[in-house]
């Protein structure tokens, strides 16, 4: 039996992009900025681990064994602190997870919700796609402001291996 997977593999293009933005993020920011009275790189952390959380299921995940109570809150400032090479090595890892994720799935998956959850496939993955795009945003507009360059985003028809800024 031939699984239908048109669906799934432009999701697993648009998350390439999405990923490959998030990366150049990582390696653009200034971890220490300060955003809405937290640092930027709390900021990340919370991004990435959102979409570790999010975007398979929320409802069969593990904390990253690096984590701490609230570390990922936005709300709660941590005494821990983390360095660009542990959020490095943590998107490294998700960005692993999610693409054997997408090589499990068809698009008749896509409409089912995972065990546990009360969301589809498909809204779990459009989800963390606003949600990420969101913080994305934010953190690169700190970017800006500090540097006045435009951290590169990868669009549809960009080159994946150009520089990290336009």
């Not at 700190?142 to 951290?151: H, K, L, R």
């Amino acid at each position: 039996m031939v699984l239908n997977r048109v669906l799934v593999e432009e999701i697993k293009k648009q998350t390439t992009i999405l990923l490959h933005n998030l990366d150049t993020t990582i390696q653009t920011c200034n971890l220490g900025f300060v955003l809405c009275e937290m640092p930027i790189w709390k900021h990340l952390y919370h991004t990435l681990h959102s979409i570790d959380r999010w975007f398979i299921n929320p409802d069969r995940y593990e904390e990253p064994s690096f984590h701490v109570p609230n570390l990922n809150s936005l709300d709660i400032q941590s005494e821990k602190i983390l360095t660009r090479d542990e959020l490095s090595n943590y998107f490294e890892s998700i960005k692993n997870k999610i693409n054997q994720y997408l090589d499990t799935l068809s698009d008749e998956m896509l409409y089912e919700k995972p065990n546990g959850c009360n969301y589809t496939r498909l809204a779990l993955v459009l989800g963390q796609y606003r949600h990420l795009n969101c913080h994305l945003g934010n953190i690169n507009c700190t970017t800006i402001i500090e540097t006045g360059e435009w951290p590169r985003v990868v669009g549809l028809d960009s080159d994946l291996h150009k520089g990290l800024y336009e």
